[in-house]
């Protein structure tokens, strides 16, 4: 059983950044992949970034890339989310999910997940 609780979520103008946390409770999170959703009004959620265990493999979505940086601290349980550059289109509740897997597959694949939080970008 692996608990998850996101945090940071906010108001943001457009060009700003936010660093979204996801705190994990509960046995094994080193050894499980991390990842990152979005999900927008009336749209599917969608990823945004995945790490591996170790926090040596990362993968992003393309529209994510180079602005968003996912990293790790098992010692402190918890993953981040650096978004930087964001934009409108970014605006969305964020979730974090953990899974087995690697590499990342669709929503399917992550055995738990978190509430959410919201982010929201100004123009």
């Known amino acids: 059983q692996v608990q998850l609780v996101e945090s940071g979520g906010g108001l943001v103008q457009a060009g700003g950044s936010l660093r979204l946390s996801c705190a994990a409770s509960?046995?094994?999170?080193?050894?499980?992949?991390m990842g990152w959703f979005r999900q927008a009004p009336g749209k599917e959620r969608e990823f945004v970034a995945a790490?591996?265990?170790?926090?040596?493999?990362?993968s992003y979505a393309d529209s994510v890339r180079g602005r968003f940086t996912i990293s790790r601290d098992n010692a402190k349980n918890t993953v981040y989310l650096q978004m930087n550059s964001l934009k409108a289109e970014d605006t969305a509740v964020y979730y974090c999910?953990?899974?087995?897997?690697?590499?990342?597959?669709?929503?399917?694949?992550?055995?738990?997940w978190g509430q959410g939080t919201q982010v929201t970008v100004s123009s």
């Open positions: 999910a953990a899974s087995l897997r690697w590499p990342p597959g669709p929503l399917s694949t992550y055995d738990y």
């Open positions: 509960g046995r094994s999170f080193s050894s499980y992949n």
């Open positions: 790490i591996t265990w170790t926090g040596r493999s990362t």
